[in-house]
């Protein structure tokens, strides 16, 4: 798990990337929940999802945002942070030149820098979208969703109430050719506190369901 710096728009950021032995692997990349709640590259969700795309034979990176930890610079609202993301996949890609695609997962906060990171780049082919906070930030730029992907929330989420993860997948889900998978998970909080097995069973089985139809 080599541990990489590397540059972006508020100076350096700090990384953890794990290369795939595979030339032409896909990349993935996990973005951290709120940096002002917490939220770093070394949280147990996006620990676990790094490892869930490792072992499927990703370039895996995940990355602190600007000012947290050895990343410089300081919060910006969701701008700067997804700035952060455009550079960290820039990154990515500039040491995979052969990668054939691209997957973005992220929690909470994560999820949202992740679903704009989406509709700005269209070599992203899949996504997995934990708890993605639908009613303290506006999701109206998914206007229509360029891919597939995953949303999976707590069933007593009190941070982000189910009906508003609802509201937004119901309008996700009219886009023609695209899939929104969404799956509840059985009395989780917005944390998953306990229910961290079945979050991750959920995001792996998706995964591979995925993977099982590329190949």
Same mark, same amino acid.
């Given at each position: 798990m080599p541990e990489v710096i590397f540059t972006g728009p508020a100076g350096r950021l700090e990384g953890r990337y794990h290369p795939a032995k595979q030339k032409n692997a896909p990349i993935a990349m996990i973005l951290h929940p709120h940096p002002q709640f917490h939220g770093t590259m070394n949280h147990q969700i996006i620990y676990q999802c790094y490892y869930a795309f490792a072992h499927r034979g990703f370039s895996v990176l995940r990355f602190n %945002? !600007? $000012?947290? $930890?050895?990343?410089?610079?300081? %919060? +910006? &609202?969701?701008?700067?942070e997804l700035s952060d993301a455009a550079s960290?996949? +820039? @990154?990515?890609?500039?040491?995979?030149?052969?990668? !054939?695609?691209? @997957?973005?997962? $992220?929690?909470?906060? $994560?999820? @949202?820098?992740g679903m704009q990171l989406l509709m700005r780049r269209p070599e992203v082919e899949g996504f997995i979208s934990i708890a993605p906070p639908a009613?303290?930030? +506006?999701f109206s730029f998914l206007a229509p969703c360029p891919s597939s992907g995953l949303?999976? &929330?707590?069933?007593? +989420?009190?941070?982000?109430?189910?009906k508003d993860v609802n509201t937004l997948v119901e309008k996700l889900k009219t886009q023609k050719g695209i899939v929104i998978d969404q799956q509840v998970i059985p009395g989780a909080n917005h944390f998953f506190d306990g229910k961290l097995q079945p979050l991750m069973e959920t995001v792996t089985a998706y995964l591979d369901m995925r993977l099982a139809n590329v190949r």
């Open positions: %945002f !600007r $000012g947290v $930890g050895r990343s410089q610079g300081s %919060f +910006d &609202h969701g701008t700067g960290a996949l +820039d @990154w990515a890609q500039t040491i995979n030149p052969e990668a !054939r695609a691209c @997957w973005v997962a $992220g929690f909470s906060f $994560g999820a @949202w820098i009613n303290l930030y +506006d949303i999976v &929330h707590g069933e007593k +989420d009190a941070v982000v109430p189910p």
